[in-house]
């Protein structure tokens, strides 16, 4: 069983993914960090080597069907874009004889500009101040990839709603959206 989980960027999905395969007892991926595994190098400086945004997407779409193949209980945290492109080609191809589940991260646009992190062309962590113009500014980049995204959050088979949920209790969360649909009885044993 897989569970893929997508979201803005911020949104929490690799700390919550680790979280959840822990609680569950499955393997944790970030795909980005997958990506930069597999090709060994930087995602900015892999995205520099493409012709495109696209082509760049169909790249690390190989290294998301390679996880997908795996057949291994994991837990996945995917880019933005997870569930629109070259992404969503695979995820429709795996979904088809798998149990592959993709649950959207949602919270409010004010937490998520809290969380924001800031990253080097070599993808190292990079401090930045933000002052009440660049938080203005990057409130409403944040607000426009969502609208972006939105529609491709809507094909995801859970939504998960974190506003006001307190970070320790967020996995629980998933797990009790999932036992409403997922007919399994290790989901009990989850909790």
């Not at 999905?13 to 190098?41: R, V």
């Not at 933000?130 to 426009?144: F, V």
């Not at 506003?163 to 399994?184: A, G, H, M, S, V």
Request: net charge positive; with cysteine.
């Amino acid at each position: 069983m897989i569970f893929y989980l997508v979201g803005i960027s911020c949104v929490g999905k690799t700390t919550i993914g680790k979280m959840l395969a822990e609680k569950i007892g499955f393997s944790f991926f970030d795909l980005d960090e997958e990506i930069q595994n597999y090709y060994k190098k930087p995602i900015e400086r892999i995205q520099d080597e493409c012709f495109t945004r696209n082509g760049y997407r169909e790249k690390a779409s190989i290294v998301l069907d390679n996880l997908f193949s795996k057949n291994i209980d994991s837990v996945i945290s995917a880019p933005p874009s997870g569930l629109k492109f070259s992404y969503l080609q695979v995820y429709k191809k795996h979904k088809l004889n798998k149990e592959l589940y993709s649950i959207y991260i949602n919270d409010s646009f004010e937490n998520i500009l809290d969380r924001l992190t800031f990253y080097d062309k070599d993808s190292n962590p990079v401090k930045e101040r933000l002052d009440e113009s660049k938080k203005k500014r990057y409130l409403k980049q944040i607000k426009e990839d969502y609208n972006y995204f939105r529609n491709s959050y809507n094909r995801a088979d859970f939504k998960i709603d974190i506003k006001n949920i307190y970070l320790n209790d967020i996995p629980n969360l998933i797990i009790k959206e999932l036992q409403k649909t997922i007919n399994i009885a290790s989901c009990d044993t989850w909790l």
